[in-house]
């Protein structure tokens, strides 16, 4: 049974080369989608993917955590061969006020035009925000994956009914197993959100079996239908 680990972060790991081969040999791991949140982060994991063909795949964008300190507001990166932009957004955790907001919804707004144009997915993080980030996607014509999703049931609704993907981390959440009790298979995908979340690309097992917990559905059909959804929104296996 292969996994794949929908939303990780993989420039944050140290000893990369030594984890991604111990990775592959895990017989756990089919693919790990590795997210920037930075220009930086974006330009390391196109890097790293480039060199892990076939098994890492980047995605690239700016965070709404680095989108807020960016005063000179040049949300430019290179896309490369990414095969999403992500991970961007809003998150009202952090931004307090109205200053760093605006700069969030800029950048947000910037990566979702060049999304639309080229006809990537997004990578979508929506911490204390979900539904000002759904009004915002509501403007355009995307797939989207909403990242560690932590809206309502009502929210969730709404982004289902949009075919936008749920990701489940290895986390518990009430109103994740709301939806999951609520809507079948192929509206989820799986993440370890490593190192933030789980420590490793590896863990997203726990989201699997949370989802499977919360679906009541055995865990080989969760592996197999979330990594058949997060493959045909990237393109990808």
Not at 184 to 193: A, M, P, T
Request: hydrophobic content about 40%; proline content about 3%.
């Amino acid at each position: 049974m292969l996994m794949i680990d929908s939303h990780c972060h993989l420039d944050s790991f140290k000893n990369l080369e030594v984890l991604i081969g111990k990775w592959k040999k895990s017989k756990v791991l089919e693919a790990i989608i590795t997210c920037g949140y930075s220009k930086e982060s974006s330009m390391t994991c196109l890097g790293i993917a480039k060199k892990h063909e076939h098994f890492v795949f980047p995605v690239v964008g700016i965070s709404p955590q680095i989108a807020m300190k960016m005063k000179d507001e040049n949300f430019d990166i290179k896309i490369g061969n990414a095969v999403g932009i992500g991970e961007i957004g809003l998150d009202y955790h952090w931004a307090k006020t109205n200053e760093e907001r605006n700069r969030q919804i800029k950048c947000f707004i910037h990566f979702l035009k060049i999304a639309e144009e080229i006809d990537l997915p997004v990578f979508i993080h929506s911490r204390k925000s979900v539904k000002e980030v759904l009004d915002i996607l509501s403007n355009y014509n995307l797939k989207v994956i909403m990242h560690c999703f932590s809206g309502t049931f009502e929210e969730g609704k709404i982004a289902i009914e949009r075919n936008y993907l749920i990701s489940y981390p290895p986390v518990e959440s009430k109103n994740r197993r709301k939806i999951a009790e609520h809507w079948g298979l192929e509206n989820f995908v799986v993440e370890s959100d490593a190192p933030y979340i789980g420590k490793e690309p590896t863990d997203v097992i726990k989201s699997v079996e949370i989802l499977s917990k919360y679906s009541k559905e055995k865990i080989e059909k969760v592996d197999f239908l979330t990594s058949s959804n997060i493959k045909r929104i990237l393109k990808i296996g």
